[in-house]
């Protein structure tokens, strides 16, 4: 990844650009059209510096080191699943469970099962107090 960070006036450059889904000062996400269009432009023989300039992304803002990272991300996951592998897999995968509100019955089995654990818990500590106390007779 590049060490290149974008300042304020280039980010709002950026931001306007139709094929920018969403930049920040340390990273750029583009469109899935945009990824569409440049594979299909890169298999027609253009350069990736072309393409991306073309879209009016300044390749002088971005780094030749962004540009080429995303030519080998794009390439390879186009090559692996075709156009599906293009789509952006994080939505929805935060890492946090939902937030739904459970039924009663899937309430009463988590708090079972949250019992059951401080009691195998507390028989644990129970048989180390035990231990500890035979040693020190």
């Known amino acids: 990844m590049t060490k290149k960070t974008f300042t304020e006036k ?4 950026l931001s306007l650009n139709p094929y920018v889904k969403a930049v920040s000062a340390k990273g750029i996400t583009y ?15 253009k350069f990736s510096r072309q393409i991306f300039e073309e879209a ?17 991300r794009w390439e390879a996951a ?3 699943n ?7 897999t994080r939505k929805g995968r935060t890492g946090r469970t939902g937030e739904r509100s459970l039924s009663l019955r899937e309430k009463n089995v988590r708090l079972e099962a949250q019992i059951n654990l401080l009691q ?5 500590l129970k048989k180390i107090r035990f231990a500890e106390r035979g040693r020190k007779k």
């Open 120 to 124: 195998a818990e507390n028989e644990l």
């Open 56 to 72: 009016e992304l300044d390749a002088e803002i971005l780094g030749m080191e962004r540009i080429r990272s995303a030519r080998k």
């Open 78 to 80: 186009y090559q692996k």
């Open 82 to 88: 075709g156009v599906l592998g293009l789509h952006d």
């Open 10 to 13: 280039e980010i709002n450059q």
């Open 31 to 45: 469109t899935e059209d945009f990824k569409q269009l440049f594979i299909a432009e890169r298999e027609k023989g």
